[in-house]
């Protein structure tokens, strides 16, 4: 997997954080917005409050604009369509239970007709129990600059995602995968 466009530094800074516990994971609470400086704006934090209920309590200015979506103080299962709900509650169970990261593409279309790539890495952070429970996001993508315009998709689908990779963070994960918009069993 070849990362671009501030991947390499949001890489370097996570391996930089310290880590606990036998899961070797961060903190939530070891994250402040000096932790990432410039890459702040890239970056979504949420809190897995229950099953279906993954609360994004930071979404910033760039990955909001990149993702075409305005996610801060919103359940993100309230964007999805209801035929998506066990497919992303899933993902979700791997990547809090695990846990692990994940690697995603999401291809997205806005209303202007412009099409791109959404790719995001999305890791677990412990809260202060030692309990994988928050979620951290790096985004990028290459939007048109001018491109203002919001999603299309009103509802997102599994139909939009392109690539899954699940990433071993040290607890492993899971082997099943999606490329070019196939799921592959591990």
């Known amino acids: 997997?070849?990362?671009?466009?501030?991947?390499?530094?949001?890489?370097?800074?996570?391996?930089?954080?310290?880590?606990?516990?036998?899961?070797?994971?961060?903190l939530r609470s070891s994250i402040s917005p000096a932790s990432f400086g410039e890459l702040m704006a890239n970056i979504g934090l949420a809190e897995f409050i229950a099953p279906q209920n993954l609360t994004f309590f930071y979404y910033g200015s760039k990955i909001e604009t990149l993702s075409s979506m305005l996610l801060t103080g919103k359940n993100y299962y309230s964007l999805l369509s209801e035929e998506f709900y066990p497919a992303m509650a899933a993902f979700h169970?791997?990547?809090f239970g695990v846990p692990c990261g994940a690697y995603v593409e999401d291809l997205i279309q806005t209303s202007s007709g412009n099409k791109y790539l959404f790719r995001n890495l999305q890791y677990p952070l412990l809260d202060d129990n030692g309990i994988p429970k928050f979620m951290l996001v790096f985004a990028n993508?290459?939007?048109?600059?001018?491109?203002?315009?919001?999603?299309?998709?009103?509802?997102?689908?599994?139909?939009?995602?392109?690539?899954?990779?699940?990433?071993?963070?040290?607890?492993g994960a899971p082997s099943h995968y999606v490329e070019?918009?196939?799921?592959?069993?591990?």
């Open 93 to 95: 169970k791997q990547i």
């Open 141 to 171: 993508a290459r939007k048109p600059a001018d491109d203002k315009s919001m999603r299309m998709q009103k509802k997102l689908k599994a139909s939009t995602i392109k690539t899954l990779n699940y990433i071993d963070l040290g607890s």
């Open 1 to 26: 997997m070849t990362y671009t466009d501030g991947f390499e530094q949001f890489l370097d800074i996570w391996d930089q954080l310290p880590k606990e516990g036998k899961t070797q994971l961060p």
């Open 180 to 186: 070019d918009f196939t799921f592959y069993s591990g």
